[in-house]
């Protein structure tokens, strides 16, 4: 069952940031939040993760809220290479993760 | 870095024929995991391994068989291929069960059965 939820699609501008949000307003208090992205034709690609602090490395930044019901995936300056479809995700025990639909970001030049 | 191969990027067969989707991966992982992608429905989870020998079904099963004889390599059998198994295949692997263990994807076989 689906734990996170993310809109479809977004556009963001060459050079501004790009912010992804995520809904994950029922995973447990222990769960981690995952990023991944996949660019046409290839497989996922690891970005980022968190669990309850924001996070950043040389990718991304991960901002989650203080009731962990939400969280916001930042590439701080987009640029055209950074088209593609991101996943927001939680592995439950096991590590098995649940991949939705994820968001489509295009960055227009 | 962790590197996850796949045999095949393309690969197109016919209905009927026994398939077989190889992955490696070199970093000593526990964990395997097969998944087909298509469009609108995201990522599935159709097995996955933790251990050598050992293998636990996930979401959609059904058509498909798995074998890992040896830790690094894990193998998606389709036994008789379907049209309706023309997919992208991905295969991924984590060190282990804990929720902080990433997992890290191959480059995907796209796979046509005619």
């Known amino acids: 069952d689906a734990k996170t939820t993310q809109p479809p699609s977004m556009d963001c501008a060459e050079g501004r940031a790009a912010n992804l949000p995520c809904n994950h307003s029922?995973?447990?208090?222990?769960?981690?939040v995952y990023w991944y992205r996949q660019i046409h034709s290839q497989g996922p690609q690891y970005i980022i993760h968190?669990?309850?602090n924001n996070e950043t490395n040389e990718m991304a930044s991960l901002i989650i809220t203080e009731d962990r019901k939400s969280s916001t995936l930042i590439l701080p300056h987009a640029t055209l290479r950074d088209t593609a479809v991101y996943y927001c995700?939680?592995?439950?025990?096991?590590?098995?993760?649940?991949f939705g639909t994820g968001t489509s970001l295009t960055v227009i030049p | 870095d962790v590197k996850v191969t796949q045999s095949s990027r393309y690969l197109v067969k016919r209905t009927g024929e026994k398939v077989f989707l190889e992955c490696v991966q070199d970093?000593?992982?526990?964990?395997m995991f097969w998944y087909r992608q298509d469009p609108g429905l995201g990522l599935r989870l159709i097995y996955f391994?933790?251990?050598?020998?050992?293998?636990e079904k996930g979401d959609i099963p059904e058509g498909y068989s798995v074998s890992r004889e040896k830790k690094e390599r894990f193998s998606l059998i389709l036994e008789s291929a379907s049209t309706n198994q023309t997919s992208m295949y991905l295969c991924?692997?984590?060190?282990?069960?804990?929720?902080?263990?990433?997992?890290?994807f191959g480059p995907g076989t796209r796979l046509t059965v005619l």
């Open positions: 391994s933790y251990d050598v020998k050992m293998k």
């Open positions: 968190g669990l309850k």
């Open positions: 029922t995973i447990s208090g222990n769960e981690y």
């Open positions: 991924a692997s984590s060190l282990g069960q804990r929720s902080t263990d990433t997992q890290y």
């Open positions: 970093m000593d992982h526990e964990n």
């Open positions: 995700t939680s592995p439950n025990t096991g590590n098995q993760f649940y």
